[in-house]
């Protein structure tokens, strides 16, 4: 229906109210045909509105870390203090990984703590801490054996920080709420 649409559209709108470029009567108040003061046209987006891949700066006490297709990297670390805490932040630089992490005490078999689960990391870094209420080996697995062709960049930090909760044997106040 290239030819006709003025007509048709006459049909549906009154041509007082439709513009007069579009085959109507309607004109600005300066009676511009192309109504500008209420059909607001394209424009190009401003550069202020523009979403950036540019990451915040890591801090140099990130580790690079590169993970190729089909296979995974295990950090682990001892605990020797009960109640302390594990903490990590990592973050890919494009796609995803899949993120868990391992529990193995003495003479004890290994327990997944937090089942595997992948995790895209493109808007914010992934930022994680963990109580680890008994002492062992506690092993975080950044996996990609999922990933056929891609490679993985990952920027990683993880340290075992003591509960800041624990309280001392000397510490004689009350812990109750008031």
Request: hydrophobic share 30%.
């Amino acid at each position: 229906m290239k030819n006709g649409w003025k007509k048709e559209l006459l049909k549906l709108i009154d041509a007082d109210v439709l513009p007069a470029f579009l085959g109507g009567n309607k004109t600005d108040p300066d009676g511009n045909p192309l109504c500008k003061t209420f059909v607001k046209r394209a424009e190009p987006i401003p550069k202020s509105c523009y979403m950036t891949n540019k990451r915040k700066k890591l801090g140099s006490d990130f580790e690079k870390l590169t993970i190729l297709p089909f296979s995974k990297k295990e950090i682990s670390f001892e605990v020797k203090g009960a109640n302390s805490n594990l903490e990590w932040e990592y973050e890919v630089k494009s796609r995803d990984i899949a993120f868990s992490l391992h529990f193995k005490g003495e003479n004890l078999e290994p327990v997944e703590l937090i089942p595997k689960q992948r995790i895209e990391t493109f808007f914010e870094t992934e930022k994680g801490l963990f109580k680890c209420e008994k002492t062992g080996t506690y092993t975080i697995v950044l996996d990609n054996s999922y990933s056929w062709i891609y490679p993985k960049e990952v920027y990683f930090k993880a340290a075992i920080k003591p509960s800041k909760y624990i309280r001392s044997h000397n510490d004689t106040s009350s812990s109750k709420h008031k």
